[in-house]
Each structure stands twice: as C-alpha cells, then as structure tokens.
C-alpha cells in the first residue's frame, strides 16, 4: 500500500515538473516571438516616408494598386504635411475611381498650398462637374497667373468662354495664348474659331492659314476656310470663291482621297455651282459605296442632318440614292431628310419602300403612323398601324402608338382591349401598364386605374410617373391627401424639375389648404412648361387664394392663349374666372 502511494506521488511529481518544463518552454517561445514582433516593430518605425513612397512606385509598376495605396498612407503618416505624398495618394485614389477620397486629399492640398498648380490643376480634375462655374473660372484665370505657360488652362477655359459665347474675353485670351505660344497650331485655330464666331471672316481666314502653315496636313481649318467663302460670296465674287472652294476641296482630297466629309462637300458643290452632270457622277459613285462604308453615310448624318442643313441634306441623300435605289439605309435618311423641311408626303412614300430585313424598319412604322396624323390622314394612320400589328403584335411600341390613336380618337374600349392583349405577353411592363392606366382614368374607370398606378409601383417604386399619377389622382379627388404628398413628393424628389410632376406638389398643398406653398411649386412648374394651360389654370386659383388677384387674372390670360384649339370649354371656363376675379376687383 505505501509501495502504490509512493509511486502515486513520484507520478505526480513528474508530470507537474514535465507539465512545468512544457510552460516554461512555451513561455519562453512566446518571449521570443514578442522580441521578433517588436523589433520588426522597431525596424517599420525606423522606415522613413521616402522609403514607402519608393515602395509605392514598385507596387504602381507592377499595377498592384491597393498595395501602393497602403504603402502611400503609411509614408504619409510619417510625412503628413507632404505636398507630393499627398497629391499622389489623391491620384492613386482617383485611378481606382475612388472619387470621394481622392477629393477629400485634393481639398487638403488646396488649404495647404493655395498657390501649388498642380494641387489646383487636380482639384478643377476631380470637382469640375460639380463646380460653379464662376469658381472654375476664378481658379482658371489663378493657374494662369501662376504659370503663364499653362496649354492645358489656356484652352479649358478658352472652352468655356466660347461655350458661353463670351468671344470678347476668349478674344483677350487667345490672344495671349498665341503671344505665348507662337508655333502651337492649336491656339491659332481658336482663335479663328472666335472670329468666325464674330463674324470677323478675314481675321478668322488668316488664323486658319496660319494653323495650316504651322500644321500643313489638318483638315478642318481647310473646312472652316471653305465655310468663310461661302458666307462671302456676292454676285460680284460668287465665281472666284465658287473656283476657291474647288480648290480646296482638291486640296483635302489629295492628302485624303477618302475623306468622305470632302467628297460629299465637292459633290454638292457641283450641284450647286449648277454643274449638275459632274455633281451626279459624283454622287452615285458614293451611292454605290454605302453598304460597304458605313461611316459614309454617318458622315453625311453629322454634317448635313445634325447640323440643320435639311435642304442640303435632301439633295445629298436624294442624289445618292440614284446610285442605290434599293438602299434602305439611303431611302432611311433621305426620308428623314424629307420630314426635317416638312415634306411629309415625300417622308411616306420613301418610308414605305424600306425593307422589313433593315435596322430601321420598326422606327419607320411609328414615323409613317405619325406623318399620317401630320397629315390629317387620322384614319390612314390607324389602319396602317393595325395592320402593322397583325404582324408584329408582340411589339410595344406600335401597341402603345396605336392604344394612343384609339385613344385620341375616344375609342377607350380598343385602347383597352389592345393594351391587355399585349400585357398578356409582357405582364410587368411598366410602359403597357401606365398607358392602360391612363386610358381607364380617361373612361371613367378610376378605381381600376388607381389600381394599375398601385401595380406599376409595386413593380418599380421609382417610377416616377406612376408615383406622380396615383398622388395626383388622390389629389384630384381630394382623398387620401397626406398619402398624395408622400406620393408626389418621392416623385418630386426622382425628378425635381419636371414641371407636371411640379404642378402635381403644388396642386396636393393647394388641395390641403396650404396656399403659400401651393403658389411657390405652382409657379415653378408654370416656368418649367411655359405656362402650359392647366398648369397656369391651377396657378391661378393659387393666386386666388392668396389674395394676388392681378396675378390670377394675368396668369388665367396665358392659360386661355396656350390652349389647344379643340379645348374650347376649358377657354369658356378660364373666361368665367377672369370676370370673376376682376368683379373682386372692382367690388
């Protein structure tokens, strides 16, 4: 027995001393591992800002761009005053879209060194869209005072003055920036730029040669030469700038055979200048180049469509078209080209040749429906876009065009049944469903159009619209009022210059009694529309209320001259508030 107990103890013993070994060992482990962990703490702390920023060029080389920026913020710790670090760190940002830090660190670098152009230069980077323009500029003209031989300033605000059509002080400008500058072709051409926007045509002439001399190969100083001779032509020099425009034309075409821009330009010329056999020549060739060369065609969009140069627009593609009369890309245009001056018996007939096969033929059908109501042809229209339906009836938009026909013409119940015949196969589009809304509200069937606004909602709760609709609805019906502000309110705050959503904020407050606030969301949407009738009819009774009685009837008067021709009740009723008003007047 005392043998067992001995042996109990000496057991116990062993493995408290091993036990105590084992801790002692981990102790000393753990010792160890401190003293490494803090003399590699030590050794990060004796690192200097130079070091990390180095650190941070290695990591920008091989675009490790979170490593350099970790490596840039340990660097600007120790060196938080640094201009460089800074501005570098606000660039790293900026490249990892960022935008939000990026400026934070530019805004730093602007109240710490008011003066630094490069600190400024990255703050109009990051504020631009956002800035007042009044501030950009004053930073602008600052840069420039700093650092005269600033292109990049010189021009960005040569920009905004010509933007804003302040030639005289892009004049001022410019000026000094070709002093400065005297071999940067740049410079030179904006100013012609701002001669020719002041008419100054023999000025702006010799800064577009001198361009072209610094720079013998550009084009559009060549283009904006062409430009000057046509608006000085006079029937005692039309011949010779007519044979200087030739000239030019050549000149273009022998440094670029293919630029398009000139051969459309030297082909109209010749037209023009009645030299009409060479000028169709000229144009059916291009013609017959279309289908292959695209940016033909988009060229001759830009300068002649985009630009409201209809009637030249009809001759190009009408005379292309010669050379391809089964393009329906030209047949596209030249119909487009047609509409622009109004010709819209033309606009049809070349729009219903377009193939079914091209890009443009689904955008043709609503422009044929359109130019058919244009045209007083109501009936034409809506036969056409049926049958266009019976072919295409999975397609929105002819189902909305045509729901909108029926509905103009007061054939609610066809609006009706189309618009839910195309919701069977798009049940959650939310465009079907508004337009089916707005027709029920129209046929009396308010409750199943509230309903739809409230499904529409349901689907998207920012669409603004249905938002507006549902509130002004209430509003209209002088129910559920605070829930038609909540309503329009969010509608309000999605598009905050919309004038109807607008109209809709202040007819709710007019509806709650609430007649000052009325009359300030009233009258900002009467601005944003015009004075559009409704909307000034609703003004108006504001002013009403408010006791601006001069104001109503002025207000009543723009309403009765923006209705519509066929909205001769609304006038009767306009006429009766104005006499009413002024009998206040007068009592």
């Known amino acids: ?10 057991i116990f013993v062993l493995s408290f001393f091993l036990a105590g070994c084992t801790q002692l060992k981990q102790s000393k482990k753990s010792a160890q591992t401190q003293m490494v962990q803090k003399k590699e703490a030590q050794q990060e702390d004796n690192l200097s800002a130079n070091y990390y920023y180095l650190e941070s060029r290695i990591h920008i080389k091989n675009k490790e761009y979170q490593k350099a920026t970790a490596s840039l913020i340990k660097a600007l710790a120790k060196d938080p005053d640094s201009f460089i670090l800074t501005r570098d760190l606000s660039r790293l940002y900026l490249r990892q879209n960022n935008r939000k830090k990026a400026l934070e660190l530019a805004e730093k670098l602007v109240r710490q060194s008011p003066d630094n152009v490069d600190g400024l230069l990255l703050f109009i980077q990051l504020k631009k869209d ?19 031989k600033n292109k990049e300033t010189f021009l960005r605000l040569g920009k905004i003055y010509m933007e804003k059509k302040n030639y005289s002080e892009a004049l001022v400008l410019l000026k000094k920036m070709v002093v400065q500058f005297p071999d940067y072709y740049v410079a030179w051409f904006y100013l012609g730029e701002v001669y020719m926007a002041e008419k100054q045509y023999e000025l702006a002439e010799t800064q577009f040669l ?97 630009d409201k140069k209809y009637k030249d627009a009809v001759i190009v593609f009408s ?21 622009a001056i109004e010709d819209f018996k033309k606009a049809v007939f070349l729009y219903l040749k377009i193939r079914p096969n091209h890009s443009q033929y689904k955008k043709t059908i609503l422009n044929i429906a359109f130019l058919y109501k244009k045209l007083g042809e109501d009936q034409t229209a809506i036969n056409y876009l049926e049958s266009k339906y019976k072919t295409l009836p ?74 507006n609709y549902l509130g002004y609805s209430y509003a209209d019906l002088e129910i559920k009022l605070d829930e038609a502000l909540l309503l329009i309110k969010r509608a309000y705050e999605l598009k905050p210059d919309d004038g109807y959503i607008t109209d809709s904020l202040g007819w709710v407050y007019y509806k709650k ?42 207000t009543y008067k723009k309403a009765m001259s923006n209705a519509k021709d066929d909205d001769k ?12 008003v002024q009998k206040k007047i007068n009592d």
Do not use: C, W
């Not at 027995?1 to 000496?10: D, E, Q, T």
């Not at 005379?319 to 509409?339: C, R, V, W």
């Not at 009740?569 to 009413?580: D, G, R």
């Open 569 to 580: 009740e609304k006038v009767v009723e306009l006429k009766k508030k104005i006499e009413a």
């Open 319 to 339: 005379q292309m078209l010669k050379g391809d009369p089964e393009s329906s890309t030209l047949i596209f245009f030249a119909g487009m080209a047609y509409e």
């Open 513 to 554: 009694g609430n007649y000052k606030k009325a009359v300030k969301y009233l009258e900002k949407a009467a601005a944003l529309t015009s004075f559009e009738t409704i909307i000034s009819d609703h003004l108006g009774d504001a002013y009403q209320k408010t006791n601006q009685l001069n104001k109503a009837i002025n």
């Open 210 to 306: 001198k361009t072209i001399e610094l720079e013998p190969d550009l084009m559009e100083p060549r283009f904006q030469l062409i430009k000057i001779l046509s608006r000085q032509n006079t029937p005692d020099n039309k011949e010779e700038n007519n044979q200087k425009i030739l000239e030019i034309y050549k000149e273009i075409l022998e440094i670029e055979p293919d630029n398009n821009r000139a051969q459309l330009g030297v082909a109209l010329h010749y037209y023009k200048t009645n030299k009409k056999t060479r000028a169709a020549d000229l144009f059916m060739e291009l013609g017959r180049d279309v289908e292959s060369n695209s940016r033909l065609v988009m060229v001759a969009v830009d300068e002649y469509l985009s």
């Open 130 to 148: 956002t800035m007042n323009e009044k501030e950009l500029v004053e930073i602008l003209n600052k840069i420039l005072a700093l650092d005269p």
């Open 394 to 467: 999975k397609n929105i938009d002819i189902i909305i065009y045509l729901a909108s026909f029926y509905e103009k013409d007061e054939s609610y119940e066809k609006a009706i049944t189309l618009l839910k015949k195309g919701l069977e196969d798009s049940p959650e589009n939310t465009s079907l469903l508004f337009r089916l809304g707005a027709v029920q509200e129209k046929a009396g069937l308010k409750e199943e159009s509230i309903s739809i606004m409230k499904k529409i909602i349901e689907i998207d709760p920012k669409d603004a619209s249905a938002l």
């Open 1 to 10: 027995m005392k043998k067992s107990l001995v042996y109990i103890l000496l």
